[in-house]
């Protein structure tokens, strides 16, 4: 076998080692991501803010009185 041949089953081999502790260490920084909670910025907490006081008005809400329809009395008259 040459020694070029030699050089590039070396190579191969460590290219691939590089590799699969690469794709590990992948896996081990993006669990870790998972676990972690994520940061909410000021604009998404403002715009929380402004969804639950909406949310409260709206459950406050009573809406306009029914008009009578056709068939109905009114009681001015």
Known sequence: MSNYAI????GVLVVGAGWI???LWDRKM???EESQPKPQT???QKT????SDWAK???EFKGPPKRPTQG???GDS
């Open 7 to 10: 050089f590039m089953i070396l």
């Open 21 to 23: 502790a690469y794709y």
């Open 30 to 32: 993006n669990k870790e």
């Open 42 to 44: 000021e604009r998404r």
């Open 48 to 51: 929380k803010s402004e969804v």
């Open 57 to 59: 008005k709206m459950a």
């Open 72 to 74: 109905e009395k009114t």
